[in-house]
């Protein structure tokens, strides 16, 4: 009987974590999307719906292979968690890539000399108020 | 302006603790296989504890991550503005892909 109740909460569980997992990605999808038109409609086009899957398809991909590579990354260094260079690091392929990430890095910094534990709370607020705060630093 | 749009960082963060969190539990299981049935307890010992990001990491890769499509859109775009069209299709997204992947 209890084996079975196991086996059942298990499934639940896994179940559960799936649709996570999948309303995850949806939200992930729809972001991407929302960019992609976006940078569309600077240049006045419009992208057909198939690519616009492609794309925010590949770009899910693309996150989990990141994930991978960033904890491999720490974990090489010996840490437990993933700070900037690890991300840097990860766009080491292309030099112009590795160059804008590292000056949005410095950008980043400058911005928040504050303690640790305001930083996360102040996020949203900063991503917003950006372009003013890069004036004081 | 330019960057008005971009992704949540805790949506990110969310996608990467779950895919920490399911390879910690491949680790664990592969551990767990190697040895006897003596450490049953997925991520409860400090060395099975799934990696974590700080905020700036985060932040950048959501930068990455919007550079990406971003990249991908405008190369397509002049692809599709030398063939004088006003819609990206899947053939100037084809033409763009290989370089695209290489480059990031």
């Known amino acids: 009987m209890d084996e079975v109740g196991e086996a059942r909460s298990d499934d639940f569980e896994r179940e559960e974590a799936e649709a996570e997992a999948e309303l995850l990605r949806d939200r992930f999808r729809l ?13 006045n086009l419009e992208i057909s ?4 899957a492609c ?6 991909k693309y996150t989990e292979q990141l994930a991978k ?13 993933v700070n900037v260079e690890d991300v840097i690091l990860a766009s080491h392929r292309n030099e112009h890539l590795a160059a804008s990430l590292r000056s ?4 980043l910094k400058g911005k928040e000399p504050q303690s640790d534990r305001k930083r996360k709370k102040a996020s949203k607020k900063d991503d917003k108020s950006k372009s003013e705060v890069l004036h004081i630093s | 302006m330019e960057n008005a749009k971009t992704f949540d960082p805790d949506l990110i963060h969310a996608i990467f603790k779950l895919v920490w969190s399911r390879r910690a539990q491949e680790r664990a ?10 450490e049953v307890e997925i991520g409860s010992s400090r060395k099975n504890r799934p990696t974590a990001a700080n905020s700036n990491a985060l932040k950048l890769s959501c930068e990455l991550l919007r550079m990406f499509i971003t990249e991908a ?10 063939e004088g069209v006003d819609k990206i299709e899947a053939t100037h997204l084809e033409r763009i892909l290989p370089q695209l992947l290489l480059d990031f």
């Not at chain 1, 972001?31 to 240049?43: D, P, R, V, Y």
């Not at chain 1, 794309?55 to 899910?60: R, T």
């Not at chain 2, 299981?29 to 003596?38: G, K, V």
């Not at chain 2, 859109?73 to 030398?82: C, G, H, K, L, Y």
């Open chain 1, 69 to 81: 590579d960033l904890e491999l990354f720490a974990q090489h260094a010996g840490r437990k968690s």
């Open chain 1, 55 to 60: 794309i925010s398809d590949l770009a899910f």
């Open chain 2, 29 to 38: 299981r592969n551990e767990s296989a190697d040895h006897t049935e003596n």
């Open chain 1, 31 to 43: 972001s991407a999307i929302s960019i992609a038109e976006a940078e569309a409609k600077k240049n």
């Open chain 1, 104 to 107: 949005f890095c410095h950008e």
């Open chain 1, 49 to 52: 719906p198939p690519v616009m």
């Open chain 2, 73 to 82: 859109v405008q190369r397509a775009t002049s692809i599709s503005e030398a």
